[in-house]
C-alpha cells in the first residue's frame, strides 16, 4: 500500500502526534508512506518519524497580506498539492486538520484517488475564517471518508453527510523512558499540565484554580509544560494571583514522558478539545488526572471515579475542589493511577490502526494497491 499522508506541519501538537504514530505504524508495515508537510522543513518535526517514511515539506504555509495575496497563495498550494500527489501516485490520500483537508480535497479533484480527511477538535467550537468554513461544507461530501474522533463530534456534520462519516479515536503508546532534557523541576510534589500555551487550553482557569489551594497546599508547585501566543499574559497572570515562584512555564519540552513520570497529578483545563493526547499521555504514565468535562473528548477517555475526575469547563472553583480532594490525599490518588494506564489497552494502537485499514479498504484503496499483483485479502493487517 502507499499513501500520501498531509498536514500543516510536524510541530508539537495532538494531530501531528498522531499522524507521525501512523505514519511510523504503516512504514514500519513496508507500506510506501509520504509524508507531505505545507511548511518549508526551517524547524525539524518535533516527533520522530520512522527513517522508511519519506517527508516533503511542501514551503506553502506563507501569510497572506490581503485577501488578493490569499487567493494567490492558496491558488499556489493547490497546484502544487496536486502537482506533488500526482508525482507520489498514492493508493490513497489521508489528511488532517479543517483548512488543509479543503485544500487536499479541492486539489485531488479528478485524480481518481481515495481521500480521507480527519477533523482532530471540535469543529462546533473552534472557530475558522467564514470562508474556509463555507468552503469546508461545500468540499467535505468530495471526501470518501471524513474521520472524527468521537460520537458527539457528528452531530456537527448535515444529515447528508452521515454516511461518509467514521469514528476513529487516537491512539495510546506505552511512554517512553528518559529524561527531559536541561529541565529542572521545583521540588515538592507537583502538578503538571500541557499543552499549546493557548485560549483554548483554559491555562488561565488552571492559574486562578491553583491560587485558591497556594495557601492550603505550600509545598505544590505547578508546572506548565507547552509554548504559544499567550505566554506573557499568563505570566502576568500568575504573578498578580502571587504564584512567582510556585508556578514555572517550562516551555516545549521533547521528553515530556520524563517529567509526567515525576509528577503527582495532572489537570488538563481545556474550554474545548478533540480527543486530548496530553490527557492519555498523562494516564498512560500512571498519573491520577482532573479534566474538564468540555464538549468532546475527556469524557470519552477518563473514566469519572475509576481512573480520574471530571469537572465543568470554565469553573476555576470546581478545579479547585477537585485539585484540593487530590492533592490532600495521597491514597486516592495511588487509586485512580493504578488504573489510568488501562488506556493503552482501550485505545491499542494496533485496534486503532485496523479501524483505519478497515476504511482505506471500505473506500477501495486497496483495489488501486491490488492492481499491482498482489493478492486479495479482507484482513487489513494484509493490506
Known amino acids: 500500500m502507499k499513501l500520501a499522508l498531509v498536514i500543516p506541519s510536524l510541530t508539537a501538537g495532538g494531530a501531528e502526534r498522531v499522524m507521525s504514530i501512523m505514519a511510523n505504524h504503516w512504514a514500519a508495515k513496508g507500506w510506501g508512506i509520504c509524508l507531505l508537510s505545507l511548511d518549508d522543513g526551517a524547524a525539524p518535526p518535533f516527533f520522530p518519524l520512522d527513517g ?42 489521508i489528511s488532517f486538520l479543517d483548512s488543509t483537508n479543503v485544500l487536499t480535497l479541492l486539489a485531488t479533484r479528478g485524480l481518481g484517488r481515495p481521500v480521507i480527511v480527519s477533523e482532530h477538535i471540535d469543529p462546533g467550537r473552534y ?36 454516511p461518509r462519516l467514521e469514528v476513529i479515536p487516537n491512539p495510546v503508546l506505552k511512554p517512553a523512558s528518559g529524561d527531559a532534557p536541561g529541565l529542572e523541576l521545583p521540588p ?12 483554548q487550553k483554559g491555562f488561565d482557569i488552571l492559574l486562578k484554580a491553583f491560587a485558591q489551594l497556594k495557601d492550603r497546599h505550600p509545598d505544590w508547585s505547578l508546572v506548565l509544560l507547552g ?72 469524557r470519552e477517555i477518563v473514566r469519572p471515579g475509576l481512573d480520574g475526575i471530571l469537572v465543568p469547563p470554565e469553573d476555576p472553583a470546581a478545579l479547585a475542589a477537585a485539585m484540593d480532594r487530590l492533592m490532600t490525599d495521597s491514597g486516592e490518588r495511588r487509586r485512580l493511577a493504578s488504573r489510568a494506564p488501562e488506556i493503552i ?13 478497515k476504511v482505506l479498504l471500505a473506500v477501495g484503496a486497496a483495489n488501486r494497491f491490488r492492481l499491482a499483483g498482489p493478492a486479495q485479502s479482507n484482513n487489513p493487517s494484509e493490506l
Open 227 to 298: 509554548e504559544g501566543e499567550l505566554r506573557r499574559p499568563l505570566e502576568l497572570l500568575r504573578d498578580s494571583l502571587g504564584l512567582t515562584d510556585r508556578v514555572r512555564l517550562a516551555g516545549r519540552v521533547e521528553g515530556p514522558e520524563a517529567v509526567l513520570a515525576r509528577s503527582d497529578l495532572f489537570v488538563l483545563s481545556s474550554r474545548f478539545e478533540g480527543f486530548p493526547m496530553a490527557l492519555c499521555e498523562a494516564m498512560a504514565a500512571g498519573l491520577p488526572v482532573i479534566s474538564t468535562d468540555c464538549p468532546t473528548g475527556p
Open 127 to 162: 472557530r475558522i475564517k467564514p470562508m474556509w468554513n463555507l468552503l469546508r461544507r461545500w468540499v467535505y461530501p468530495f471526501a470518501d471518508r471524513v474521520v472524527v474522533l468521537t460520537e458527539r463530534v457528528l452531530e456537527f456534520f448535515p444529515a447528508s453527510l452521515r
Open 345 to 357: 489497552e482501550r485505545f491499542d494502537l494496533k485496534k486503532i490502526m485496523d479501524s483505519w485499514e
Open 52 to 93: 522508511r517514511v519519506r517527508h516533503r515539506t511542501l514551503a506553502l504555509l506563507a501569510d497572506s497580506a490581503n485577501p488578493l495575496t490569499a487567493v494567490r497563495n492558496n491558488l499556489k498550494r493547490l497546484r502544487v498539492l496536486r502537482r506533488v500527489i500526482r508525482e507520489e501516485n498514492p493508493d490513497a490520500v
Open 188 to 199: 515538592g510534589p507537583r502538578v503538571v499540565a500541557m499543552g499549546r500555551l493557548a485560549e
